[in-house]
C-alpha cells in the first residue's frame, strides 16, 4: 500500500466544471512528485483535493492508510505552501512558525525549540521578530516553507510557490528545495506549470492535460518517452518540432524528406515529432534548414528556419559554432530520436 | 526652500477646517466662565470671565430634577454607561454577524445580509412604540438593560466588518485551517487582530452615537436615576429671575463643556488604532 493514494478521484465544481478526472496514482513515501501541466488543467483542484480544502466529487483519498475524504483539513497533518505564501501579516515571523504548534497543544520550550531549528535550517533566525511585511520576497518564501517544515506533516503540498520570484531566486529557491525535501525526507507533491522546475525538482512527474493525467513517471522516462504529443511538447525546452506527415507501409513521407524502417504498423496520417537537441549538421542530411534567426545563449545556439512548408523549425548546436543568417543547413536525425503520433488523437504511434 | 502655492492654499484651507471646529468650543468654554447676567445682556463671550470655579461647581454639585437629586455627575455617568454598553456590544454583534455572514457560505447568506442591511431605512426613532412596548413588557424600562439593549444591532457596522472581511485573502483561512484553528480560533486569532483599527473606529462612532441618545432614554426613563447627559441639559438648570423662568446660561455652557469629556477622553484612548484604520488597513 502506498503512502498517498488517489483512486478515481473526479471534481465537478457547484458551476459544473469539471475541473479533475477520474484520477488514479500513488505516490511513495518520501517521494517528491511533480504535477506539472498548461494553466487551468487541474493542478491546483487535485492538490487542494488532497489538502482538504475542496470536496471530492467522486473518488477516494487515502493518506498514510487512512481514507480522508471527510477528514478535516485541520486533522489531516498536511501542510501547504501558497503561490503568494498566505503569511500571517499580524504576526512575526517567529509566531508564524508556531501557530500550528500551538494549536496542536505543543508546550513552550518544545516549540521554541522546533521554531529555532527549522529557522535555523532556513536561514531566517535572524528575522525572527519581524513582521512579513518587512521581509523581501525571498525571505517571505523561506517562512512560508518554516511554516510548513516545523510541523514535521505527514505530507507538504506546494502550489507554484516560485512563481512570485525573479528568475534567479527562482532557481535559486528551486535549489533549496530540492535540497530541504532530501533532508527532511518528508513526502511533497510540487504544482508547476514551469517544464524546467518540474524536471530538476521531481523524482516522479505527473504531466496533467485538461483534468486528465497523460503521463506518469520519471522526468527522463517522459523526457525520452512521451507517449503522447502533448506530453512531447510541453517537457523540453526549446519545444519539439513537429511535422505534418504521413506513414505507410513503415515509411513516414514529410515536408521534403522520407524516413524509412519506421518501428510502426500504423497507416495513415501523421505527425513527427524531432527534439531541437537531437539533430546535427552533415553533408548530404535529410533535412535542409533555411536559417532566419540565430538565438545565442552563449553555452548553446538557438537556431530558427524553414524547410519547405514549415516555418520557425528549431535546431539546438553548440556554442562556438558560428552559424549566419541566411545560411542553408543540412541537418540529420541522431540515432533516430524522432517521434511519430497519430495526427488523429495524437498518440504516439513509433 | 521652496514652499508651493498649492501648499500654502492647503495649510489656510486646513486652518480654517481647525477654526470652524474650534471657534464653537472656545465660545462655549470662555462663555461659561462669565455669570449668566453678563451672557444674557452681552451675547456669548470670547474673553475669559472670573466665574470659573463657581459655574463649574454649581453645575457639578447642583441636584436638579424633581426630587432634587439626580445631579449632572450622575448623568454623566449614566451616559457613560449607556454608550459604553451600545458600542461594546454593537462592535461584537457586527464582528460576529458579518464573520458568520462571509465566511459561512451557507445559502440564506445574501438574503440575510440584505435584511440586516434595510434595518437602517427603520432607526429606532420609527420604531420607538413597539420598541417601547417590548421593553415595557420585559420589565427593562429604567435600567440600563433596557437603555442599551434595544439600541445594539447595527446594520451599519456590520456592513463595514463584511466589506472588510470580504478583502482578506482566502489563503490566509485555508492556511490557517491547515494550521489546525477552527472557526473559533479562526476569528480570534485573525480577524480581531487584523481589524482591530477598523474595531477601534466603529467603536467611536457607536459610543458617540450613544452618548448622544435623546429620544430613547427619554421615554424610556420615569426614574431620575438613570437620566443622561442630553435629556439632563433641557430639564435642569431654569432659575426663576424677577419672576419669570430664565436659563441659566452660564452654567449650561459649563455643562456642556463637561459633557463633552467623556466621548473625548473615548476618542484620545483610541486614537493610535482609530487614525490608522481611517488612514491605512494593515495587510
Ligand atoms: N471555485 C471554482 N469554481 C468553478 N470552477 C473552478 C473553480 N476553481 C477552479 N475552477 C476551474 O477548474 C479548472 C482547473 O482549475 P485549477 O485552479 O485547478 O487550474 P490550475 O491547473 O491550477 O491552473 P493554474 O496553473 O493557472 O493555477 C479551471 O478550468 C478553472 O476555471
Ligand atoms: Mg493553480
Redesign the pocket.
Known sequence: MSFLELNKVTKI???G?K?VHETSMNVENGEFMVFV??????????L?MIAGLEDITEGNINLDGILINKVDPSERDVAMVFQNYALYPHMNVYNNLAYGLKNRGISKEDIEKKVNEAAKLLQISEYLQRKPSMLSGGQRQRVAMGRAIVRSPKIFLF??PLSNLDAKLRIQMRLEIKKLQQKVGVTSIF?T?DQVEAMTLADRLAV?NN?LIEQLGTPIEIYNNPKSMFVAGFIGSPQMNFLEGELKNKTLTSEGFEINNVTSDFNGPVILGIRPEHMSQTDKGLINLSVDLVEQLGSDNLIYGEIKNKKDFCFRCSGSQIIKKGSKLSLNINDNNYYVFDKSNGNRVN | MKIKLSQILAHIVLILGVLLMVIPIWLSFASSTHDTVTILKEGMKFGLGDQLTRNYNEVLNEKGGWSEEVTAAKMFINSFIMALGIATLKVIISAMSAYALVYFRFKLAVPIFWLIFITLLVPLEVRIFPSYKIVSDLGLTNSYTGLVLPLVASATATFFFRQFYKTIPDELLESAKLDGANSWRFFIDFLVPLSKTMIAAMFIFMFVYGYSQYLWPLIMTTSEEYWTVVMGMKIIFTESYEGVALPRTAERFAYIILSMIPPVLVVVFLQKWFIKGLIQTEK
Open positions: 465544481y457547484p458551476n466544471t475541473a501541466g498548461p494553466s487551468g488543467c487541474g493542478k491546483s483542484t487535485l487542494r502550489d507554484e504544482v506549470h496533467i483534468g
